[in-house]
């Protein structure tokens, strides 16, 4: 199938690590894609990852990819209140136009 | 740079009645989206345009058209809304196209009723 799979929610408390995971589908991904979406607004690229790659890091988020097991991570350290949004992985099926996105995990940052 | 912009912001209609949702981007990108957002169900293509001048079919396309009126500005058109289309909506642009980062502009709220 071409579910991307997310878990729907995640509470954290403020000043700990996030971590966010998403399971994709197809081995010919080429990218992998983290967007963030704050309440009413569109989604925000937050960063992606080749799939040739297995880690990013980009100041405090942190990419993980394995892609034997298909399975993506988004790590976000020293978690603020403003990171409290919903997060979509996206995967991008290679020489397509065609984004695959996960249903979204809302990150939900205690005080 | 506005990157990519959309209106309107929010819409309600009447089921039958028909409206355009607009979409324009300024990063001369060629190619253009436009997505639904249901929830639970992530965001689904409706419908794209690769490049000026052609259009193609994605996931979920009956009942919308779309019209790449130039490099700039892609629309998309309910001819009569249903209730099933009460969505958020949202357009994004993507500057080679395949295998391509997409930019997304902030989202139409639409209601039928």
């Known amino acids: 199938g071409e579910d991307v799979e997310q878990s729907l929610f995640l509470s954290v408390r403020e000043g700990d690590s996030s971590v966010i995971n998403c399971t994709y589908t197809?081995?010919?991904?080429?990218?992998l894609y983290w967007y963030k979406q704050e309440p009413g607004a569109g989604l925000q690229l937050l960063t992606y990852i080749f799939s040739n790659m297995d880690m990013k890091q980009d100041q405090r988020l942190t990419v993980l990819l394995n892609k034997k097991d298909k399975h993506l991570s988004l790590r976000i350290a020293d978690t603020q209140t403003g990171d409290s949004a919903i997060y979509f992985c996206a995967e991008m099926r290679e020489g397509t136009y065609k984004y695959i996105f996960g249903t979204g995990t809302r990150l939900k940052v205690l005080a | 740079n506005a990157g990519v912009t959309q209106t309107p912001k929010f819409q309600v209609l009447k089921t039958g009645q028909s409206m355009t949702l607009q979409c324009a981007q300024d990063?001369?990108?060629?190619?253009m989206y436009w997505y639904r957002q249901d929830p639970g169900m992530g965001l689904r293509l409706i419908y794209y345009s690769a490049s000026e001048g052609t259009t193609d079919k994605g996931e979920v396309p009956n009942g919308y058209n779309v019209s790449r009126l130039n490099k700039r500005e892609f629309s998309l058109r309910l001819e009569s809304a249903a209730p099933s289309q009460t969505s958020v909506y949202f357009c994004a642009s993507s500057k080679r196209g395949a295998s391509d980062t997409q930019y997304f502009g902030p989202g139409t709220r639409l209601t039928v009723l």
């Open positions: 990063m001369n990108h060629n190619s």
């Open positions: 197809d081995s010919s991904s080429t990218y």
